[in-house]
T-cell receptor, first 115, second 111 residues
Framework: AQSVTQLGSHVSVSEGALVLLRCNYS??????LFWYVQYPNQGLQLLLK??????LVKGINGFEAEFKKSETSFHLTKPSAHMSDAAEYFC?????????????FGSGTRLSIRP | ETGVTQTPRHLVMGMTNKKSLKCEQH?????MYWYKQSAKKPLELMFV???????ENNSVPSRFSPECPNSSHLFLHLHTLQPEDSALYLC??????????FGSGTRLTVV
């Protein structure tokens, strides 16, 4: 069975500071990993994904994440936070080779940006 | 129009009403999903359809009835709902393992 744990339901950083949102996963097979962002009253938008290949993945809006198999982690980072980054972020894992790729979502981390 | 479109964006209904949520995708994806998002709770997968066939029903109460007439359209029929069913209902579609594309959701309030 697969699972995702996001450490910290709420993270607050100052504008211009490093953003680090933590995600650990559990999977019996090599996983596909995702980060999604949700702005208020909107659906989820794909930020980035890891399937195979390079373990450092770059996404939209300056975010990136690194797949670390030994640590079963897929933490999301951004060097310099912007006010527009305030949103809810979801880490997710899916099983490759399934006909309908059921994705398991973490419980989310709300990111606040202080002026 | 591209992407995943959900209508209506907002819905208020009484406990005895019958209403339907609609989802439409123009991406050529073969799988479609309904999720429920409640405050302070993780996203809950409700139903999965793959090539119009329901492949998963996560113990959803029968007052929620999905319908998938073709690979581009997905409905969620609602009847005799409870106040605790108030939530954001999200539709998503996918093709292979590329990840989901979500709609903007329907904010449902049951009074």
């Amino acid at each position: 069975a697969q699972s995702v744990t996001q450490l910290g339901s709420h993270v607050s950083v100052s504008e211009g500071a490093l953003v680090l949102l933590r995600c650990n996963y559990s999977s019996s097979v090599p996983p596909y990993l995702f980060w999604y962002v949700q702005y208020p009253n909107q659906g989820l938008q794909l930020l980035l994904k890891y399937t195979t290949g390079a373990t450092l993945v770059k996404g939209i809006n300056g975010f990136e994440a690194e797949f670390k198999k030994s640590e079963t982690s897929f933490h999301l980072t951004k060097p310099s936070a912007h006010m527009s980054d305030a949103a809810e972020y979801f880490c997710a894992v899916s099983t490759p080779y399934s006909s309908a790729s059921k994705i398991i979502f973490g419980s989310g981390t709300r990111l606040s940006i202080r002026p | 129009e591209t992407g995943v479109t959900q209508t209506p964006r907002h819905l208020v209904m009484g406990m005895t009403n019958k209403k339907s949520l609609k989802c439409e995708q123009h991406l050529g994806h073969n799988a479609m999903y309904w999720y429920k998002q409640s405050a302070k709770k993780p996203l809950e997968l409700m139903f999965v359809y793959n090539f119009k066939e329901q492949t998963e029903n996560n113990s959803v109460p029968s007052r929620f009835s999905p319908e998938c007439p073709n690979s581009s359209h997905l409905f969620l029929h609602l009847h005799t709902l409870q106040p605790e069913d108030s939530a954001l209902y999200l539709c998503a579609s996918s093709q292979g393992e590329g990840g989901y594309t979500f709609g903007s959701g329907t904010r449902l309030t049951v009074v």
